[in-house]
């Protein structure tokens, strides 16, 4: 949009409700929200017009109702319509506002986004984002023979990932038009599906701002924030994930594509969703693309002067429990569950949708309720990263409602430190094995409610936390000062990549262990793209701003590891699904679980046994854990009557013998467990 046009239309007062664009009898009508603006304007641009601009200034004692402003304008095309905002209103910075009528904005209810065509692309990172709409394509055709796939949460085994990632790297063999792309992860589903994970959690896939770190001179300015959580809007899907050229009418229709196909191979679609700060940074250096000029007041924590609160650690921090941003984040979700057919929410930092409008925490938060008793949300899975970067640590204590999961950061902690053989870890490990019953059974809350994992996206790989002891961050630019430096990892012997046979197979071992202990844990197992062929970040755990190599999937990786590394990996996730001991409903009972330890006490105890009992039809599990660096001569328990152990598992065993689902016969009254290895049996 450039220059303005007094091309007249046909316009009338129009209706504040619904929110965003929709069509009327009337023709196109337009509503926005702003309770301290005191003039708006909506600009318009054409498709295969001459003109570039149509301003149409809404004069407030018609087309203002309360805080909403709104416009119906007739003749309008139903699709290609580029459109936003001109707002003003007090100037006062000291009084929180940020209007500035020069800069175009877009509508926060804006369903497609049109931004810059290619991903990353540096000669477009000054490129405005429009809102657009589409009235005359035809229904998305979900198929007949649709379904859902409502996997109960206790069966969910979860895969984070993201969509671009995934396919981007040209050993994906696939088309380049659709590489790193969501008809890309399409073509890749029978990966997923011979993995046998059932979920698959998205990293933000809302429009967002892949270069913010590049629009002034900085330490980071040669990164793209491939990871996406910079949100531009809660509504459009990301219009550079599709085909080719970033369409956003195509990336809608491509979205549904992906997750039909996902659903038809029985695999949910969970998105991590970032309601916790937008793309519009700090005052210090401001971005105003939307909510900013819109009424930041609103929009935005302030503080008692009126300045951004920070609590996302990224500059601003959304105004969540604010009635009117409460209502666009339902909205939103909801929009994505009926629109798109998503089956789950993982929330960003979930702790900021639990403090008031001054930033103080919340009990019984608004929002956090409001999502949980909402019906067509009734269906989803809804995820909390129960802490955020202002301390509020939530985890285990988290406003829930019975419905709300959690990641559980303790799990990843007590598990990481007692598979590298820490002293005094063996009960905080039995603790979280068991399902965190400390944590979690609570009121009407199940085991499920806690999302096990030992690595996620921002952290170490699992190969890189066998493999260095410090992170290696210096590629972000940030000299080495970003990132987590509690990561509880061990190189097993050397930092970083070594010839040593021995430090190799000691990490080979113990990928197997963290792997082993994840899938038979009572609670939601979740794990990270890339994990399963031991994917390298070469020491980064905070590499969201790398769009190579670094983050994205490597496929002749995962070749030279199908038979081994990936084939144990996916073995044991289907070895869960099948055993119905390793996910329980409800917390474990004194008869359903034997702990074969009588050292609790003793911190330098690093061994651990326990059986799990199948009181329908006997098929009992096994497990024992050795993080002493020397062997256990473990006693095995009795089987249960008629029955005898068969050995499934064993990571100190070289591959194929590491894991054999049919189980070996032969198991005596002793096994002697190597050190830095665990061994799995079942009762047949």
């Not at 309770?35 to 149509?54: E, G, W």
């Not at 044991?572 to 119905?580: A, Y």
């Not at 009992?620 to 598992?649: E, M, T």
């Amino acid at each position: 949009m450039a220059e303005t046009n007094k091309q007249s239309f046909k316009v009338s007062s129009g209706e504040m409700s619904p929110l965003g664009v929709s069509q009327v009898d009337k023709g196109i009508n337009f509503a926005l929200f702003s309770h301290n603006a005191t003039s708006v304007t909506l600009c318009l641009s054409l498709p295969h017009s001459d003109k570039d601009v149509v301003e149409l200034v809404l004069d407030p004692s018609i087309n203002k109702t309360g805080d909403t402003w709104h416009i119906c304008v007739e003749d309008l095309p139903l699709g290609n319509v580029l459109y936003g905002y001109r707002v003003d209103g007090p100037g006062e910075w000291n009084q929180g506002h940020r209007f500035d009528s020069s800069i175009l904005l877009l509508d926060p209810y804006a369903k497609l986004v049109k931004g810059r065509s290619v991903f990353g692309d540096s000669n477009q990172k000054f490129a405005q984002f429009y809102g657009t709409y589409d009235f005359e394509s035809s229904p998305f055709d979900w198929g007949d023979g649709y379904n859902f796939p409502n996997i109960p949460e206790k069966d969910l085994v979860i895969y984070e990932m993201n969509v671009r990632a995934f396919t981007a790297d040209e050993s994906s063999g696939i088309d380049p038009s659709i590489a790193g792309s969501y008809l890309g992860l399409i073509e890749k589903i029978p990966h997923l599906l011979d993995l046998g994970i059932n979920a698959v959690e998205l990293l933000p896939v809302f429009e967002f701002d892949e270069l913010e770190l590049q629009r002034r001179p900085n330490p980071r300015d040669h990164m793209v924030n491939t990871w996406g959580y910079s949100t531009v809007n809660f509504f459009a899907p990301m219009s550079r994930y599709a085909s080719g050229e970033g369409d956003p009418i195509k990336a809608s229709k491509e979205f549904k594509e992906m997750v039909k196909a996902l659903h038809s191979a029985g695999i949910e679609v969970i998105l991590d969703v970032v309601y916790n700060h937008t793309n519009e940074a700090d005052d210090k250096y401001p971005y105003t693309t939307s909510f900013r000029g819109i009424d930041n007041k609103i929009y935005y924590m302030l503080d008692s002067n009126n300045q951004l609160l920070n609590y996302s650690g990224c500059g601003n921090t959304l105004n969540c429990n604010h009635p009117v941003v409460m209502e666009l984040i339902l909205d939103s979700l909801k929009h994505w569950v009926t629109e798109y057919h998503v089956d789950g929410f993982r929330f960003d930092l979930a702790s900021v949708l639990c403090r008031d409008t001054d930033g103080s925490p919340l009990g019984a938060p608004p929002l956090i309720r409001a999502i949980a008793k909402d019906s067509v949300l009734s269906r989803c899975k809804i995820i909390a990263e129960p802490w955020d970067c202002g301390g509020l640590y939530l985890v285990g204590k988290f406003p829930n409602w019975d419905r709300w999961a959690e990641w559980n950061g303790m799990y990843r902690d007590d598990v990481r430190r007692f598979i590298k053989g820490d002293g005094g870890m063996k009960g905080s490990f039995a603790t979280r094995v068991s399902g965190s019953s400390d944590l979690y059974q609570v009121n009407q809350r199940k085991p499920y409610h806690g999302v096990n994992f030992i690595i996620a996206h921002d952290g170490f790989t699992l190969r890189d936390l066998v493999t260095y002891n410090s992170k290696h961050n210096e590629a972000n630019g940030e000299g080495g000062n970003d990132g987590c430096n509690d990561n509880y990892s061990w190189n097993c012997g050397s930092e970083g990549e070594t010839g040593d046979a021995h430090i190799k197979s000691l990490r080979v071992r113990q990928m197997k262990n963290f792997h082993l202990a994840l899938m038979i844990s009572q609670g939601t197992p979740m794990m990270l793209m890339g994990d399963e062929y031991g994917h390298t970040r070469y020491g980064n755990n905070n590499s969201y701003g790398h769009d190579t190599a670094l983050n994205n999937f490597q496929w002749k990786e995962l070749d030279a590891k199908k038979q081994n590394h990936f084939r144990f990996f996916s073995e044991l996730i289907k070895f869960r699904h099948s055993h119905h001991v390793l996910k329980h409903e409800n917390f474990l009972s004194k008869g359903e679980i034997t702990w074969h330890e009588d050292n609790w006490d003793n911190p330098e105890s690093k061994f651990l046994a326990f059986t799990l009992h199948d009181g329908v039809s006997g098929q009992d599990v096994y497990a024992a854990f050795n993080a002493h660096d020397y062997f256990v001569k473990a006693l095995i328990p009795l089987p249960p009557s008629g029955k005898q152990w068969f050995r499934v598992a064993d990571t100190n065993i070289e591959s194929p013998d590491d894991f054999v689902k049919e189980g070996v016969a032969g198991v005596a009254e002793t096994y002697n467990v190597a050190p830095f290895s665990s061994i799995l049996l079942k009762s047949m």
